[in-house]
């Protein structure tokens, strides 16, 4: 990936012409030339030290010329872009070390404690708080411990329907693995072509079909982990009471407990039919109603979202209309992915419910225009940073009954903090018996100090979040720069056994130092 932008860079594309007047009227354009690129630090870690890792792990895998630090430094959030665009390159690692091996995983943890030297585990690097940006102060150096090289399928249980998988394998090149044995694992975040299994799991991420196939903390039945006090092995059994279940210590764990060397998921079978509609709703509050009537009924399709009023206006739904014609109302996807009986009998039953409560089916169209673009809403953010326009997203969720405070809070803290004009988007795309999460995209213009900017709107928009007494994150993590916000979430008990299990893993704290853990 390009360091300062998403994807591939042949598949940059530019705003669609509607978008590129949408913006003209409402911000003006103020096209950003490219800065020349800035050189990175030189490493400061004693060359001896990696000399001597590099008879560990081969002098090949132990990487320090530029462009591969450059790549390795930050994740992909608006201000980790907007940090690289400025030629801001502090948190580039010393050095890239790429382990073949769970022991290979394990000796690179020895070297970094025995030299005191940082590490900071790297899957795909599509992380959007922080997670990838660990403090340096105090060590000896840090590298990335880049998970690259660990991309097999290392085992594949047709009985049970499950399957064992490294953690640096990309979500294409999981779902690729799994096909050829007729499986799938269903889990398609927006970042799905980027990031990896082990980042998933470290993360607790959450994808677009998370309705059908379940979030993919849900998904995970085992998991092999390497700690700097030894290996950790869990999941023996579909489920058990041994216990709390330690391997909800491991997910969402960051990279701060251990480095995951082994994910083993449930699986699917590949659907044989998929099918995605779209349906129009008076209002955003009509249209999540629908939703919490569905998830309470037990009957929610693969995928389902609900664009609010302002979303569905700009057509963020579909990336290649955006700022043209719009439906008008509220837009909903629905999708079924299965056998074709049960996507019929599905659909059926779900379609009764929406027309019952007022849905207009709109028929496959927009689903087809959701489903083809669904990856591609990453690529545009490039487009509007280059034309001045400062955008980002961020996410939480609650209860049901408390939906409509969480939306009113964050969209005045965003529009209080960024001032008139401001595009606050919104919509629901994981959806729970109880609740569901929001997810909201702003767009400003942005000033001259754009990163201060967002950093303002997005403390307040923390604070509203915490007031309210929704989640700080529903599935991006907490990395850094929602860590100011745990402890209100946790508690100070729940700070202080967080600090406990890290001095009990990893007691001299080389690991992602200053991540996840207040
Ligand atoms: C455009 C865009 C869209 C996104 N859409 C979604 C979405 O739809 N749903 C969603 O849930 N998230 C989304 N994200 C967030 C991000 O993709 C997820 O957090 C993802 O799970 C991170 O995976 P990764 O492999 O890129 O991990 P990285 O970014 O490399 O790492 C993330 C964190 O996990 C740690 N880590 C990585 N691998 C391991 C390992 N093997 N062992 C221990 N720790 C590890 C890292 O140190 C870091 O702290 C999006 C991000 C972007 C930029």
Redesign the pocket.
């Known amino acids: 990936m390009h360091p300062s932008r ?1 994807g591939d860079p042949a598949r940059a594309t530019a705003l669609p012409d509607t978008a590129r007047g949408l913006i003209e009227m409402v911000f003006g354009l103020d096209e950003r030339p490219a800065l020349p690129e800035v050189s990175v630090p030189a490493p400061a870690v004693e060359p001896a030290l990696l000399t001597e890792l590099a008879e560990t792990l081969g002098a090949e895998h132990v990487l320090t010329d530029d462009d591969i630090r450059r790549l390795r430094t930050g ?2 959030s608006t201000p980790d872009l907007l940090r690289q665009r400025a030629g801001d390159l502090d948190d580039a690692p010393d050095a890239v070390v790429r382990p073949g091996t769970h022991d290979d995983v394990a000796a690179v943890l020895a070297w970094a404690v025995k030299h005191h030297v940082a590490v ?9 708080t922080g ?2 940006a660990a403090r340096r102060d105090g060590f000896a150096g840090l590298v990335s411990l880049d ?1 690259i090289r660990m991309k097999r399928l290392l085992e594949v249980d047709h009985t049970s329907m499950t399957a064992t998988l490294e ?1 640096g394998l990309r979500g294409p090149e999981a779902e690729a693995l799994l096909a050829a044995e007729g499986l799938t694992l269903g889990h398609f ?3 799905f072509e ?3 299994i ?3 799991a ?2 607790r ?4 079909s998370s309705a059908g196939y379940g979030r993919f903390d849900a998904l995970v039945v085992g998991l092999r982990v390497a700690t700097p006090s030894g290996e950790v092995s869990l999941g023996s059994a579909p489920a058990n009471a041994a216990g709390p279940d330690l391997r909800q210590v491991f997910l969402g ?3 701060a407990f ?3 060397t082994a994910v083993t998921v449930r699986v699917r079978r590949v659907p044989a039919e998929k099918v995605y509609e779209g349906w129009r709703w008076p209002s955003f509050v009509d249209g999540a109603a629908a939703m919490r009537t569905l998830a309470q009924a037990g009957l929610l399709p693969t995928v389902i979202r609900l664009s609010d009023e302002s979303e569905t206006a700009i057509n963020l739904a579909r990336p290649d209309e955006i700022g043209g014609q719009s439906a008008g109302g509220c837009m909903m996807i629905t999708g079924y992915e299965g056998e074709p009986e049960a996507v019929a009998a599905k659909r059926a039953a779900v379609t009764a419910v929406l027309s019952g409560l007022g849905g207009e089916s709109l028929g496959e169209e927009p689903g087809a225009s959701w489903a083809k673009g669904r990856f591609d809403a ?1 690529y545009l953010r490039d487009s509007l940073l280059d034309v001045g326009v400062l955008v980002e997203t961020l996410e939480t969720a609650t209860f049901w009954s408390n939906m409509d405070a969480l939306y009113a809070g964050v969209r005045a803290a965003l529009e209080g903090s960024l001032g008139e004009g401001t595009m606050v988007l919104c919509h629901i795309s994981h959806v729970y018996e109880t609740g569901c999460s929001l997810y909201f995209t702003v767009a400003q213009k942005a000033a001259e100090d754009s990163l201060s900017q967002w950093l303002a709107a997005k403390a307040a928009a923390c604070d509203a979040i915490t007031e309210v007494g929704a989640t700080i994150t529903h ?3 907490v ?1 850094t720069d929602h860590k100011p916000w745990l402890a209100a979430e946790i508690g100070g008990i729940g700070v202080s056994v967080l600090r406990a299990v890290k001095a009990d893993l990893d007691p001299s704290g080389v690991l ?1 130092p200053g ?1 996840l853990i207040p």
Do not use: C
């Not at 900071?120 to 959007?128: A, D, L, R």
């Not at 991420?205 to 677009?208: M, V």
């Open positions: 998403w994740g992909k900071v585990p790297f899957g795909g690097g599509t992380s959007v997670g990838l998970l953690p975040p927006q970042s980027y990031a990896t082990g980042g998933f470290a993360t991420s959450s994808g677009q764990s960051e990279g251990g480095v995951i990453p599935h991006h993590a990395g992602n991540v």
